[in-house]
């Protein structure tokens, strides 16, 4: 088991900034890929960005040039750093890891979410 602990989120005016971070601890020796996806209310959860074990990203395109995924494997955390946010932003982010296999189509585990608010 892996227990997923996401922290960071939180409201923030048009434009702003916000770094999330989720901490992993538990069985984590076979964490491959971590990634951050987020849900806003009424729409199905999506994927924000991914990272793999050695570092290659992957990001949406509505979040491409704002947002940068990164990960401290010492730590065995995974970090979103969020510019320049959007009203559309809103939502509450959730970190995911999998031991093998995408960030997407494969099961893994799920943090409980961090809630972020852009609004003026």
């Known amino acids: 088991q892996v227990q997923l602990v996401e922290s960071g989120g939180g409201l923030v005016q048009p434009g702003g900034s916000l770094r999330l971070s989720c901490a992993a601890s538990?069985?984590?020796?076979?964490?491959?890929?971590m990634g951050w996806f987020r849900q806003a209310p009424g729409k199905q959860r999506e994927l924000v960005a991914s990272i793999t074990a050695v570092g290659s990203t992957n990001y949406a395109d509505s979040v491409k040039g704002r947002c940068t995924i990164s990960r401290d494997n010492a730590k065995n955390t995974v970090y979103l750093q969020m510019n320049s946010l959007k009203p559309e932003d809103t939502a509450v982010y959730y970190c995911?890891?999998?031991?093998?296999?995408?960030?997407?189509?494969?099961?893994?585990?799920w943090g409980r979410g961090t809630q972020v608010t852009v609004s003026s």
């Open positions: 538990g069985s984590i020796i076979n964490i491959m890929n």
């Open positions: 995911k890891v999998v031991s093998y296999g995408s960030i997407v189509t494969t099961s893994g585990f």
